[in-house]
Each structure stands twice: as structure tokens, then as C-alpha cells.
């Protein structure tokens, strides 16, 4: 008797698991893919985090594999991440991330050889011009060179520029002087030979801002130093991304003979402070209550707001695909995003296509749906 129970209990298990199996399986096919929606307009990324590159994120990796081509290192080599001491450097993240690209067959766009943010503590106390030189030379000849070819590209200098179109102060600024910016990218040519080299910045939409870009782009061609590209950031808000000013910069940036990217794309649904669009991580305002209205969940029509911002953008880089080579994702969901903490901490914060379940928000299906209407629209 016993024999026939545990018969049907193994029947009944063997079913199940059929059944759970189907489930996922069908649910995973049902999910469409960004990176193979797009895979003849651009590359798809997405911004991805130590806990990620660690393998520890397993939902968020799933979705990796079957969203992107292409990652950026959120953080894991910033310069205080891969040289905490002077020219000593931990390089275990970054190799984690490059064998885990090269198994999936992803780009990696390594991000970021010279910032005036996440700087290592020591640079703090390095005051005369000659040893922030003597840094430079030994982060990018050292960083970009152990990863050439191994990266697909790099971010080589990242935020160098001022609202007004200014160069920023900074340590780099102040003590090597305004070519630091050609010398950079000259030093990473050399170092880096098989890896295409990028400018990226926030607000070069925004025209002051890009003229900034462009003067900065002109020189590194004027010196007959190698630009692929520049990367325009695109951390806008879900209520009112530039579109008018987004166009303008992808032609003007175009124009020069070189990629345009969207490299850290997201769209928050919440207010900032004071109102802008600028994504300066030194920027931030004590928490309010006021400013965290959707803690529990987000209203559907704050959700439809968003898809159509996306919807909007999406058909705008389709647009120009021929210029476009990336649009990359800053983080995989909404759970992971920088815009939780900034520029107000502990916020609940929704900017994209992903939920904090990992499921696909209205945002993706309208995403997704810009192809299909591109693809009629050309035929
Ligand atoms: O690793 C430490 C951890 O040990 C510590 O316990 C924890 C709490 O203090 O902090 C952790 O470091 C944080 C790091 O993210 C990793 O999570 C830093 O405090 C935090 O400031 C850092 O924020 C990053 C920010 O850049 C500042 O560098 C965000 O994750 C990252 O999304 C954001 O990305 C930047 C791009 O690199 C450049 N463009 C703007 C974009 C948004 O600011």
C-alpha cells in the first residue's frame, strides 16, 4: 500500500515539476528582449553593481543575460575602487565583470579612467602638479592597459564640464591646466589601443552645456588624438525629458564624426530639491517627507507618464539609429538605482524599466513597442 502512495507522490511531483518548469519557461520566453528588439539599431545596456558582478544578484543577472549587450561597472572601476593606494591597485571586480562579459558575449564600456568624483582618498593630499601627472599617467597606462582589447570602450573622462559650458574646477583642472582633457585621452590611445574611447557627460543636451562638449571634442581632433564617441548621460526627469535639446545634441555630436551614446538613461518620478536636471553627486538635500510621495507604490498614472516619456525618447533615437551606438540603462531595476539615495536619501524612486521584482513595468512594453511602429514606419 505503502509502494502505490509513494508511486503516485513521485507521479505527482514529476507533474508538478512539469508543469513549474513550463511556467517558467513560458514566462521566460514571454518576456521580450531590449537587446534583441534593437540588436539591428544599437547596443542595450545597463549599469551593473558589485553585488551583480559578484554573481550574489542572481535575479538581476538572469535579466542581464537576457536583456543587455553591453554593461557599465556602476562603480567597480572608479579610481577609488581600483587604486585605493597610490599606484597600487585591486583589480578583482574589474576581472570579475570582464570574464563574466566575455562568457556572455557582452560589451563592457569601462567607466571611468579620470574623474573629479571617487577620487582615492590619497589624491586628497597630493597637492603638487607634477605628482597629480605622475597619477594620471600610472591609473590610465596601468588601468587601460591591463584591459585593452578586454573592454569594449572606455569612459575616459567623465564629467569635466560645467553648466555653463566651463571646464570644471578640479584637482586635474587646477594643477595640470585645461589639456589635461587631450593628454588623457593621448595617454589612453596609447595605453588602450583596441578599445574605442568616449567623453561622457550630464546635461550636454542642454545647449551651453553641449557647446562645452563640442569645444572639448574639436581639440582632442585638433591634436590628432583618437574620440569615438561622446556619451550623453540622460539622467532626466519622467515629467519632462529635453527632447528638443536631446535632438539638437545628437546632431551636433554627430556632426563631428563620432558616436553618440545614451549612457546612463533613467527617468526619475520624483521632484528634486531645487528643480533641475543636474546629476552632480555632490549635490544633495536632507530628507522630506514631501519629497518621497510614492514610498509604498507608484500611481498608474505617474507609470503612464513615464512610458510615454520613454515611448518619446525611444522613437527619438530610432530616429537616428545610424548615430546612436548605445543607449545604456543605469541599473537593471528600480530597486538598484542610484536615485533612491540621491539626491535625497532613503527615497523610494522609480526610474526604470524594470520593477523591484524584476518584472517588466508599463515603461518596457512601450519601449519594446517603439521598434514594431519604427519597422512599419519604414516599410
Ligand atoms: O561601497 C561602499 C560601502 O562599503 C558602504 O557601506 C556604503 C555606505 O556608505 O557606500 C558604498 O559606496 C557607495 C557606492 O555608490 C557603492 O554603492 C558610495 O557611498 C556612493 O556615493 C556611490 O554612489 C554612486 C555615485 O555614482 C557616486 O559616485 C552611485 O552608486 C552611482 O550610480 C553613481 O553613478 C554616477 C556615474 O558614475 C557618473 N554619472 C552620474 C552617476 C550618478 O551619480
Request: net charge neutral.
Amino acid at each position: 500500500m505503502i509502494k502505490r502512495y509513494s508511486y503516485i507522490f513521485i507521479i505527482t511531483l514529476a507533474a508538478l515539476g512539469c508543469a513549474t518548469n513550463k511556467k517558467t519557461t513560458t514566462q521566460a520566453t514571454q518576456t521580450p528582449s531590449l537587446k534583441e528588439t534593437f540588436k539591428d539599431d544599437f547596443l542595450t545596456g545597463t549599469a551593473m553593481s558589485a553585488r551583480q558582478i559578484e554573481g550574489k544578484d542572481t535575479a538581476a543577472v538572469r535579466l542581464i543575460k537576457q536583456q543587455f549587450n553591453a554593461v557599465t561597472p556602476e562603480n567597480s572601476m572608479k579610481a577609488e575602487m581600483i587604486e585605493p593606494e597610490w599606484n597600487t591597485y585591486n583589480f578583482d571586480m574589474a576581472d570579475k565583470l570582464v570574464a563574466f562579459a566575455a562568457k556572455n558575449n557582452i560589451k563592457v564600456n569601462a567607466h571611468t579612467l579620470i574623474w573629479h568624483s571617487q577620487l582615492p582618498a590619497f589624491m586628497h593630499h597630493v597637492q603638487n602638479a607634477d605628482s597629480v601627472k605622475q597619477y594620471v599617467e600610472h591609473h590610465i597606462n596601468t588601468v587601460a592597459g591591463r584591459y585593452d582589447g578586454k573592454v569594449y570602450s572606455w569612459d575616459v573622462v567623465n564629467e569635466a564640464l560645467n553648466e555653463d559650458g566651463t571646464l570644471r574646477n578640479s584637482v586635474f583642472l587646477e594643477k595640470l591646466g585645461p589639456d589635461y582633457i587631450v593628454d588623457a585621452f593621448r595617454l589612453a590611445q596609447q595605453a588602450s589601443p583596441h578599445s574605442k574611447l568616449y567623453y561622457n557627460d550630464y546635461n550636454i543636451e542642454e545647449p551651453e552645456k553641449r557647446a562645452g562638449a563640442i569645444a572639448i571634442i574639436k581639440k582632442i581632433q585638433a591634436a590628432g588624438v583618437r574620440i569615438d564617441g561622446v556619451g550623453i548621460q540622460g539622467h532626466w526627469r519622467a515629467d519632462n525629458a529635453p527632447l528638443a535639446g536631446i535632438e539638437e545634441s545628437i546632431k551636433a555630436f554627430a556632426a563631428l564624426g563620432i558616436e553618440v551614446m545614451f549612457t546612463e538613461l533613467d527617468l526619475s518620478v520624483l521632484r528634486n530639491p531645487w528643480d533641475n536636471n543636474t546629476a552632480d553627486v555632490s549635490a544633495t538635500a536632507k530628507a522630506d517627507p514631501g519629497m518621497n510621495p510614492y514610498a509604498n507604490s507608484l500611481p498608474d498614472s505617474v507609470a503612464q507618464i513615464q512610458s510615454k516619456s520613454y515611448t518619446d525618447l525611444f522613437k527619438l533615437f530610432l530616429k537616428y539609429k545610424k548615430n546612436i551606438s548605445r543607449v545604456t540603462f543605469w541599473g537593471v531595476n528600480d530597486g538598484q538605482s542610484w536615485l533612491n539615495n540621491w539626491p535625497v536619501s532613503g527615497r523610494t524612486n522609480y526610474p526604470l524599466l524594470f520593477d523591484r521584482n524584476f518584472n517588466p513595468k508599463p515603461a518596457f512594453y512601450s519601449v519594446i513597442a517603439t521598434a514594431s511602429s519604427n519597422k512599419a514606419q519604414t516599410h
